[in-house]
């Protein structure tokens, strides 16, 4: 044989070698595709498993949050209406307390009218009985006195010191 036939089955082993090599190294790979694929797809069924519990977890946290919300709503629709009825009451209240109080402070002006009218009259009064009863009553009981101090005067009664001092007291008072 000669050289280069020698050469090109030492080249061809190498190849074949070579070959066996890649043939050997692929199916080894291919070996561990199939382990990652498998690992791969238990990985991915537990996921995919994990997914739907989270999911049917979210749906029921999402009808609960639905609910929870339209409850919220409907209450904050209540104490709106509610805080709208107060509002309403003592925006009333405060009308109807500012009119009984103007209309308590009219009443109050005009009965202190009244009492004022009142006690000026009975003043009045009191000054027209003095000048037409007391005036005359009193003037009438000093022509009294007069006339009897004349005839004592004049008949020459003389009263004891003590009437006399008795009778000036009342005069004086």
Not at 17 to 28: E, S
Not at 126 to 138: E, K
């Amino acid at each position: 044989m000669e050289t280069t036939e020698i050469i090109l089955t030492v080249f061809t082993g190498i190849v074949a070698l070579g070959v066996i090599l890649q043939g050997l190294a692929l199916w080894t790979l291919a070996q561990k595709v199939r382990e990652l694929s498998n690992r791969l797809e238990s990985v991915s069924s537990k996921l995919t498993k994990q997914a739907d519990v989270l999911a049917v977890h979210a749906e029921d946290f999402l009808t609960i949050a639905k609910a929870t919300a339209e409850k919220v709503q409907a209450m904050q629709a209540h104490i709106s209406a509610i805080s709208q009825v107060v509002h309403n009451r003592v925006v009333d209240a405060d009308a109807f307390l500012t009119e009984a109080t103007d209309t308590a402070r009219l009443q109050i002006a005009r009965f202190q009218d009244v009492i004022d009218t009142a006690s000026h009259r009975i003043e009045e009064t009191i000054v027209s009985l003095q000048a037409a009863i007391l005036a005359p009553v009193s003037e009438i009981q000093a022509v009294i006195r007069g006339i009897r101090t004349g005839l004592d005067v004049l008949f020459g009664w003389r009263r004891s010191a003590s009437r006399r001092s008795h009778e000036d007291e009342e005069m004086f008072i």
